[in-house]
């Protein structure tokens, strides 16, 4: 394509999104304030691109990315009339092990890891289907060292030490190191020689360690690196049967869509992870559906997210009359999607009360995720205009800020100094905000 001549396939996407030339820059504004680099463009700079001047390198991706949000299906850099990136998705994924080890090398280097924090958290991403991965893994066996199940057993207990790290800290300091893990222990035992059932239970564990990782990354809002260790989740899960992880991997891809308000995607993974679940118990079964009811609600499809509600609240009333063999799912963990789905459809009220009740159930050494959820349910006790009451739940979150490192509490305490900037007269949010910036002055700005 010349310089001057007009970019047909780029007004052919254009003219299908229904957007002017206005809503187009805002678009690619707002992807780019997303990753953290926000951009300037107006309507002459779209109309420039559509005549056939080439974007800057930097903005191909974002429009590729704002076209498929928009259409709702994979645009590629070619059918945007852009040169193919010199990775380009034509060249295939790298091999799982491979692929892996570089994904971890990248993220354990401090240097890298600003690169790979601007990835884009992708609507068009491909989720490889459990029929496409399951027992599939490169034959990578180059004659290393065997290894035994005693050895399995190292990965899945440091793995359970990085989460419950994660759960008291939060994963800034905790994914590094779980990096590392993946490169310097868990990639040389993929590719070493064992027998096949120590073979399937390593890639099983190597997977769960990817999931928590890919969640660990969502922590800090490299969304588009989570993306790439929970793809790198789900073959790991294919490849040695572990449909468990498998299933809840997608969940956790939903859950993240979801908390970027991406309804439709969210729906779509937390249906695969229902379709994909194997003979699921009443805890599996709750844990999905609290899911489905959440992402239901953000589209507005209430009679399905009040299903999916009901049906995880039964289920979990089962799972509680048996023993907890299944994760940390809980009665806590429900009433926060029944705070949720109650906001979505407009129950502040409801949701307030759902939100309370979660607290008072979740445990102490939860720091991270009560940081989170107090936040929520501080912002809309001020919604409602109880200013007082909601200074006290924030308060609440600077006990526990000090002791977490989370981009996710960061950016709560942050929303949390924006909200209670115009109520600065009243004594009690001149206080919460002065304490907030003696706690943490560089969020509290």
């Not at 004659?143 to 990085?162: F, K, N």
């Not at 805890?283 to 507005?300: I, S, Y």
């Not at 100094?417 to 002055?441: G, Q």
Request: proline residues 6%.
């Amino acid at each position: 394509m010349g310089a001057r001549d007009p970019n047909a396939g780029l007004e052919r996407l254009y003219r299908a999104t229904g957007w002017s030339l206005r809503q187009f820059a805002q678009e690619i504004n707002r992807l780019g304030t997303e990753h953290g680099t926000p951009l300037k463009y107006r309507e002459p700079s779209v109309h420039q691109w559509l005549k056939g001047h080439l974007p800057k390198e930097a903005a191909r991706p974002l429009i590729v990315e704002a076209l498929s949000r928009r259409l709702r299906r994979p645009v590629t850099h070619a059918e945007a009339g852009f040169p193919t990136p010199q990775e380009s998705e034509a060249d295939g994924p790298p091999a799982t092990v491979e692929g892996l080890i570089e994904l971890g090398r990248d993220d354990m280097d401090p240097s890298r890891r600003g690169v790979l924090g601007v990835g884009l958290f992708s609507v068009a991403l491909t989720i490889p289907h459990w029929p496409d991965v399951v027992g599939r893994m490169e034959a990578a066996q180059h004659g290393l060292a065997s290894y035994g199940m005693s050895d399995v057993d190292m990965v899945i207990a440091m793995t359970e030490r990085v989460s419950d790290l994660d759960d008291q800290f939060g994963g800034r300091h905790a994914r590094p190191m779980a990096a590392a893990f993946l490169v310097n222990t868990v990639a040389p035992y993929l590719r070493a020689d064992a027998p096949e059932p120590v073979r399937q239970a390593m890639m099983s564990a190597a997977s769960d360690l990817c999931y928590l990782t890919g969640y660990m990354a969502v922590d800090e809002g490299v969304h588009g690196l989570a993306q790439q260790y929970y793809v790198k989740a789900l073959e790991l899960a294919g490849a040695s049967g572990d449909h468990l992880t498998y299933c809840t991997t997608l969940r956790g891809m939903s859950v993240q869509a979801v908390d970027l308000g991406h309804g439709r995607e969210a729906v779509r993974l937390g249906d695969a992870a229902a379709a994909a679940s194997p003979q699921a118990g009443p805890r599996m079964r709750a844990f999905l559906a609290g899911q489905q009811a959440h992402a239901a609600a953000q589209t507005g499809a209430r009679t399905e997210a009040l299903m999916y509600l009901r049906e995880a609240e039964v289920a979990m009333e089962k799972a509680e009359s048996q023993a907890k063999t299944f994760g940390s799912y809980n009665p806590s963990s429900l009433l926060y999607h029944v705070g949720q789905v109650r906001y979505e459809l407009g129950d502040v009220r409801g949701s307030i009360d759902a939100l309370e009740e979660s607290d008072k159930l979740r445990p102490q050494s939860f720091r991270r995720n009560r940081v989170r959820y107090l936040s929520i349910l501080a912002e809309r006790q001020l919604e409602l205009g109880h200013l007082e009451t909601a200074c006290h739940t924030w308060s609440e979150v600077l006990d526990i800020y000090p002791h977490v490192q989370s981009g996710q509490c960061d950016r709560s305490v942050s929303r949390m100094n924006a909200r209670i900037r115009p109520y600065l007269r009243n004594p009690a949010a001149r206080d919460l905000h002065e304490r907030a910036r003696r706690l943490a002055p560089a969020v509290a700005t």
